[in-house]
């Protein structure tokens, strides 16, 4: 079981990113799915779920706005979308699928990937 984030990159305030989040090993059509992340210093803060078909969706107060997320379970892949990117997003971005169903609370997730990189030039 395996999940994969890809997208982020070195990009400026202002500016957007989609990250990505392959899922291999099983089906994740029927999980819900997560994003989070994890800055220097600082606990891992949850950003956004999204259920299993996309029906729901529900996001931290802090990206509300500008961050969307979004899956295709065809393709078993979720993504999130960044817009208007702040310095203060800078950090490893983490996907994450719960078997149990969406939820703020990182502990609840089943499966994570390995992070990737976003950093926000001022």
């Known amino acids: 079981v395996q999940l994969v984030e890809s997208g982020g990159r070195l990009v400026q305030a202002g500016g957007s990113l989609r990250l990505s989040c392959a899922a291999s090993g099983r089906i994740f059509s029927r999980d819900a799915m997560g994003w989070f992340l994890h800055s220097p210093g600082k606990e891992r803060e949850f950003v956004a779920a999204?259920?299993?078909?996309?029906?729901?969706?529900f996001y931290a107060d802090s990206v509300k706005g500008r961050f969307t997320i979004s899956r295709d379970n065809a393709k078993n892949t979720e993504y999130l979308q960044m817009n208007s990117l702040k310095p203060e997003d800078t950090a490893v971005y983490y996907c994450a699928a719960n078997t149990r169903g969406s939820s703020y609370e990182g502990n609840d997730y089943d499966y994570w990937g390995q992070g990737t990189q976003v950093t926000v030039s001022s």
């Open positions: 999204i259920n299993w078909s996309g029906s729901s969706r």
